[in-house]
């Protein structure tokens, strides 16, 4: 387990072209390094450590990152990192588990993709550190420029299985779209509320203040963009709807509660760059779950 968790994740590494027009790494630069599933984590934005759905006595400070998938590059010069099938890397030999509905929604199951990481850490058994399963499932935001920096996980783009985290702007903000890779899931996109520059101006991240925000299809073609905001809609403490960070580590269930449309593993987005026309790919549909 411990080799596993060494292999999983992200490099970052220095490359130049030799003499020869050929790339290659460049041993013992400065930049190149490694991040695992026990680097140290930060989280940022609605969602933090202190929430009780992310407190944990095995891992009092969240570590690692798991499963990273398609990935984003942001406007300023930073990485964007997507947790996507993260849930198969927990389970349990406790017969008495049973998973409660929000597990359920992210296809958490006792015996995982059977890898049996639980076996030997105690870290990834769902009956011993249940909320663990909590610290997964998002965007993390890494500065290749900066060895010494933190990896943040962005809580306001939300918790699902990111495929990808494709940046653009507009107006001066920052737009970022994902797809939750699994088949009857959504196509979400995040938009900064500001100018991302006047945002990092003040020495805060464009990617904590916006709205994160649900695609719902029409049978003509149309559509529109659902907010995920708590308050908003019938996602309300009337409904069970504690905080916006409630909205944030249950961002399945908030979409399913606005009435989204379910598709068939939304995966890559692409902008084009210059009309500024959204494409998302849809891989397969191997059950019909009623997606689109």
Not at 11 to 40: E, H, L, M, Q
Not at 106 to 125: C, I, P
Request: hydrophobic share 35%; aromatic share 10%.
């Amino acid at each position: 387990v411990a080799k596993a968790l060494a292999a999983h994740g992200v490099s970052v590494i220095a490359i130049a072209k030799g003499a020869n027009g050929k790339w290659n790494v460049v041993k013992g630069d400065p930049y190149n390094r490694r991040i695992t599933g026990t680097t140290p984590m930060a989280f940022s934005g609605p969602v933090k450590t202190s929430h009780p759905m992310l407190v944990s006595s095995i891992t009092p400070s969240p570590i690692g990152t798991l499963n990273n998938c398609a990935m984003g590059y942001t406007p300023w010069g930073t990485y964007l990192a997507c947790e996507e099938n993260w849930n198969g890397y927990f389970g349990t030999d406790d017969v008495a588990w049973t998973a409660t509905a929000l597990e359920t929604r992210y296809g958490v199951s006792r015996t995982g993709f059977l890898y049996n990481w639980h076996k030997a850490s105690e870290r990834f058994d769902l009956a011993k550190n249940r909320n663990e399963l909590n610290h997964f499932g998002w965007v993390v935001e890494i500065d290749p420029f900066d060895p010494k920096s933190r990896p943040v996980k962005r809580t306001a783009l939300g918790r699902i299985k990111h495929e990808g985290a494709t940046c653009t702007e507009s107006k001066g903000r920052i737009v970022v779209y994902s797809g939750d890779d699994e088949n009857g899931d959504y196509l979400y996109k995040f938009v900064g509320d500001k100018p991302w520059r006047q945002v990092r101006a003040k020495g805060l991240s464009p990617l904590d203040h916006g709205t994160l925000y649900v695609a719902k299809f029409n049978a003509d073609g149309s559509g529109t963009w659902l907010p995920l905001m708590h308050g908003v809609g019938p996602l309300t403490p009337a409904n069970g709807w504690a905080d916006q960070a409630d909205v944030l580590i249950r961002t399945r269930m908030a979409a399913d509660t606005v009435g989204a449309t379910r598709l068939h593993r939304p995966e890559w987005v692409a902008v084009h760059p210059y009309t500024g026309d959204v494409f998302v790919t849809l891989t397969n549909g191997s059950v019909n779950n009623g997606a689109a």
